[in-house]
């Protein structure tokens, strides 16, 4: 039968006690990791959040905690009152591995099935069990530590902001469905039938509202929600850093928020971030690194030889140059020998799936040039090409001719998949940037329109303005991405605040006025009375978090995550309701 605490008061964690405890009496709980009976002394290591301590019953001490640890099992639930000594034979890769306790009171608070998963780091079980039996994957050691690294990021990211003025302010988890990009998850109101709230793709449209309403500056930690296809670092509900202020600049934003992230990574890692952090537009970015979220650990860089290779007898790319593409590539510098035809044609399979019809090859050799496609150019088209990529023996060029997106998006790509095959990133590597100068419109060819880039309520650059109705397409934005190593942890904008000027936006977007009131009346109502210069930036919580634990998911960073077809093996949900509920909320299921 369980027992309760009376009156046992822990006194210690388990990882916490250290030799200046030896005599001390303690009082430890928590989750017997393993048990080794030798006869009359039972070792068992004792685990909670803070880590393993030994514990030893002896019948010499107490014959009845003894009797009692008989019957104890891995992840029993206890409690124990002892003393510390010193351990005989010391383990080194414990803290607690100098000292033991020896144990003279013990209750069993709770006995334990055995668990359907092991309890220990190393355990090779499938994500989808893991997160069945999430509650037991959470008790690993490394799951707790990644658990409260969350925990201290956000705490110090509070502390920062609350020290420079920003109020935490929580804003409606019901709310408006408004076009802001992906799709919306929609709660059905039971008061008002046929109507339906949001849950917010982000707090966007209240946290304006609250520089409006002149909080002056604003954060939040919040859960924000997206339907949309899944990936390793995308949830249906995840957690931004949401940060608003007025009367500021670009430079206002970039600064303060680079010092929120050297803080973070300071007290977080102890890695010092030098200040101010690396700047690149957008345009720069696509033309060296073939991405807007580039990973500058490493070179690889795109090079275009549009110019030289324009009049070529190879036609696929001479073609390509004529009709308005890209030729460009990348040179593997040192690493030729690492790729054998086959493993080319392996990069080829790959960058087919960015659109791309093939690749080309070059190998710089002793012996000279090395490609299958060497004999369609002269020696001085040849020598132009090896010296604009700045090419030795031992270099590997490989070449796409394609639309300048499938161009960059499959060099951007390969150059990555490259530097992982040859693992050259260093996950303990830091490197930051920010992004800026993006266009404020991309086009959907799907929608055959232009979308907005980042969201409708984006400042275009002032020396921009006149072009939102004639070339939307060069219209730049005053929007900035913080990139850490290849991957985008946050981005935002300095708004429109002029009411004209959102109207304009809304009819570049292909909104007419009736329908931009209808979607966003409150914000543009709110416009008309006073509404100062603001900007912001939001961060991935989980992204950011994921990155610095070394995690490659961050659902390795989320207390109980989705799976990739977005449900919880562990709740089951989504599930089905009863009928009951469907006619509470005027709602028919169509097979």
Known sequence: MAESLGNMKRTHMCGTLRTSNIGNEVVLMGWVQKRRDLGGLIFTDLRDRSGIAQIVFDKDVSEEAFIKAEKIRGEYVIGIRGKVRKRESINPN??????????????????????????????????????????LDLRKPKMQKNLMFRHKMAKITRDFLDENGFAEIETPMLTKPTPEGARDYLVPSRVNPGKFYALPQSPQLFKQLLMVSGMDRYFQIVKCFRDED??????????????????????????????????????????????????????????????????????????????????????????????????????????????????????????????????????????????????????????????????????????????????????????????????????????????????????????????????????????????????????????????????????????????????????????????????????????????PPHGGIAYGLDRFVMLLTGNDSIREVIAFPKTQNASSPMTEDPSTVDKRQLEELHIQIVE
């Not at 050259?424 to 959907?444: A, G, H, S, V």
């Open 94 to 135: 414990l803290p607690t591995g100098e000292i033991e306790v020896f144990v003279e009171e013990l209750k069993i608070f709770s006995q334990a099935k055995t668990p359907p998963i092991y309890i220990e780091d190393e355990d090779e079980v499938s994500e989808n069990l893991r997160l069945k039996y999430r509650y």
């Open 230 to 531: 899944l990936r390793a670092d995308r949830q249906p509900e995840f957690t931004q850093i949401d940060i608003e202020m007025s009367f500021v600049d670009i430079d206002d934003v970039l600064s303060l928020n680079e010092k929120l992230i050297q803080k973070i990574f300071k007290e977080m890692l102890n890695v010092d971030i030098e200040l101010p952090l690396q700047r690149m537009s957008y345009k720069e970015a696509m033309e060296r690194y073939g991405s807007d979220k580039p990973d500058i650990r490493f070179g690889f860089e795109l090079k275009c030889i549009n110019d030289i290779v324009k009049n070529c007898e190879f036609k696929v790319f001479s073609a390509t140059v004529e009709n308005s593409g890209d030729v460009r590539g990348i040179n593997i510098n040192g690493y030729a020998d690492a790729f054998s035809r086959k493993n080319i044609s392996k990069l080829e399979e790959y960058v087919k799936t960015y659109g791309a019809k093939g690749l080309a090859w070059i190998k710089v050799t002793n012996e000279g040039v090395n490609s299958p496609i060497a004999k369609f150019f002269s020696d001085e088209e040849m020598k132009k090409i090896i010296e604009r990529f700045q090419a030795k023996e031992g270099d590997l060029i490989l070449l796409v001719a394609d639309k300048p997106k499938v161009v960059f998006d499959a060099l951007g790509h390969l150059r990555v998949e490259i530097a992982k095959k040859l693992d050259i990133l260093d996950k303990n590597e830091y490197k930051l940037l920010w992004i800026t100068d993006f266009p404020l419109f991309e086009y959907d060819e799907e929608e055959k329109r232009y979308v907005a880039k980042h969201h409708p309520f984006t400042s275009p650059m002032e020396e921009d303005i006149d072009l939102l109705e004639t070339e939307p397409y060069k219209v730049r934005a005053k929007a900035y991405d913080i990139v850490l190593n290849g991957i985008e942890i946050g981005g935002g904008s300095i708004r429109i605040h002029d009411s004209e000027l959102q109207q304009k936006m809304f009819k570049a977007l292909g909104f007419s006025q009736e329908e931009a009131w209808e979607k966003f009346g409150f914000l543009l109502e709110a416009f008309q009375y006073g509404t």
